[in-house]
């Protein structure tokens, strides 16, 4: 995976990076979360530093919804547990 540091975006980077979040769509499945996981992995496997705001911005939205999925997941197990 490229160095972490290329997702730390500015106030602006952040601004597109929440455009792409509205634009895509929840991740509702198991498989689902194993595929935008692998989308994540090849597409920052191929970013540096020189990797235009926009496209660096679409995985920071992508690792988003994976977090997102995450934690309605993790939501009932928690509530079980408590």
């Known amino acids: 995976m490229a160095d972490p540091s290329l997702y730390k975006l500015d106030e602006a980077g952040m601004a597109i990076a929440a455009r792409h979040f509205a634009r895509l769509p929840q991740i509702r499945s198991d498989a689902e979360f194993a595929d935008v996981t ?3 992995v090849r597409i920052s496997d191929q970013q540096s530093r020189h990797t235009p705001v926009e496209a ?3 995985v ?3 690792m988003q919804r994976l977090i997102e999925y995450g ?3 993790a939501a009932p197990a928690q509530r079980l547990a408590v």
């Open 38 to 40: 692998r989308q994540v």
């Open 60 to 62: 920071v939205a992508m």
């Open 56 to 58: 660096r911005a679409l």
């Open 71 to 73: 934690e309605v997941t």
